[in-house]
């Protein structure tokens, strides 16, 4: 029996020391110092909601519902980081503090500090111990127009305190800390007044009319 407890640990130390730069790599980006900064805000790439964003954002949108409509109109990063900030339930967006909002090519990164209170001790098992108050959180993915009115932001990544999370515990988080769906996709609010987004550094272009997929 001795024998056996001794081999057992013997192979864990073993493992340990094998592993030993992994193992230390990751303790020092979950337990060790860390900077808590959120990207800043850019002319292009990099948004933060503000209310002249909200409001030249929602001009936009108006203008597609006119007769003499634009067949699309572009929002800069500030207007998509209004205009998915009061997208979202308020249930999930008073969780988030200081939100960005950076634009990729055919997907958008939202960033917060997040509320980390809002997260099920469960979600994170034993990691759940160390989490501050407030950690920053990152969530990407594309966005596309379900039906009228309404958006799906399909969460493909999810890091917490930069810490990425795999696949499989991407869904089950993305549903604890941004209300999204069993899919893994979080449903926006938006105007009724476009059918079709594409994603640019640049912008986010807004359709009248859904573009045919050729």
């Not at 192979?11 to 193992?23: C, D, H, M």
């Not at 292009?44 to 067949?71: E, F, I, N, Y």
């Not at 966005?143 to 515990?169: D, H, T, Y």
Request: aromatic share 6%; glycine share 8%.
């Amino acid at each position: 029996m001795r024998l056996g407890c001794l081999a057992v640990v013997l192979v864990g130390a073993l493992a340990a020391w094998w592993f030993r730069e992994p193992i230390l790599h990751t303790a020092a980006r979950w337990f060790g110092p860390r900077s808590t900064r959120l990207p800043p805000v850019a002319d292009t790439a990099v948004g933060a909601p503000t209310p002249k964003a909200l409001s030249s954002s929602q001009a936009k949108m108006d203008r597609l519902k006119q007769p003499s409509a634009p067949d699309s109109v572009v929002l800069s990063a500030n207007e998509v980081a209004a205009m998915i900030g009061s997208g979202i339930d308020w249930s999930v967006r008073k969780s988030f503090d200081s939100l960005r909002v950076e634009l990729l090519e055919g997907s958008v990164a939202v960033y917060c500090r997040l509320d980390t209170r809002v997260i099920p001790p469960d979600a994170l098992g034993p990691l759940a111990g160390f989490l501050n108050p407030m950690e920053p959180l990152r969530f990407a993915g594309p966005l596309s127009i379900e039906r009228p009115g309404i958006a799906r932001f399909k969460v493909q990544e999810l890091s917490l305190r930069g810490m990425a999370f795999p696949g499989p515990m991407v869904t089950r988080l993305a549903q604890r800390v941004a209300g999204a769906d069993a899919t893994g996709a979080v449903p926006l609010r938006v105007s009724p007044s476009f059918t079709d987004v594409a994603i640019h550094p640049t912008g986010i272009i807004l359709y009248r009319v859904k573009r045919s997929k050729s």
